[in-house]
């Protein structure tokens, strides 16, 4: 009878030690998520200007600005603009790729035309392009091909007229305000 007792004794107090040190674990998880969420709240908040939403990252070339959304993953780049009806003046999307090599785009589904121009590593315009809207019923075996030509590490597509409106022009130099865009947290691949 005495070693039944002890034994039922131990795996009793072995199922109350068990569950408090559950419960210490899910307070735990509880005040991670907590702090996490809190934290995650204050960086949005922080990016807030007057209530206008999270500041975008902002491009300089030729004395011109464009705010541009950055596209850093496989997904976001192969999307681009594709879908939108429109894009604002002095707006781009900055296409940031994890090292440089030849780039190529194509309208995918864009139903406006786009200026694209190709950055290289150096921050260096190496090529500009217009690119048009692509006819109706056009497949992507048909689609126009936009290249860099050259290794380019950047693209930054804005609407069609404004990067010759600005003089911007193949050789001008580039610079991020702000926190500039960083190629080691782009995502691989196309």
Not at 35 to 42: K, Q, V
Request: positive net charge; glycine residues 8%.
């Amino acid at each position: 009878m005495t070693s039944l007792y002890g034994q039922f004794s131990t795996r009793c107090f072995s199922g109350i030690v068990l569950s408090a040190h559950f419960s210490r674990r899910r307070i735990t998880r509880v005040l991670l998520a907590a702090c996490l969420c809190a934290s995650a709240l204050m960086a949005v908040r922080c990016n807030r200007t007057s209530g206008q939403g999270p500041q975008r990252p902002r491009i300089e070339i030729n004395g011109h600005l464009w705010r541009v959304e950055l596209a850093t993953t496989r997904a976001a780049r192969y999307l681009g603009l594709s879908g939108r009806g429109h894009l604002d003046s002095n707006q781009g999307m900055l296409f940031v790729y994890p090292q440089p090599r030849v780039l190529a785009f194509c309208m995918r589904k864009c139903s406006f035309p786009l200026d694209i121009a190709f950055i290289d590593a150096d921050l260096k315009i190496v090529r500009i392009h217009t690119m048009a809207v692509e006819p109706p019923g056009a497949t992507e075996a048909t689609y126009a091909s936009y290249s860099s030509d050259v290794p380019a590490q950047y693209a930054l597509e804005v609407r069609s007229g404004e990067l010759g409106r600005a003089e911007v022009d193949v050789g001008q130099k580039v610079k991020f305000l702000g926190t500039p865009p960083n190629p080691l947290h782009a995502e691989y691949g196309d």
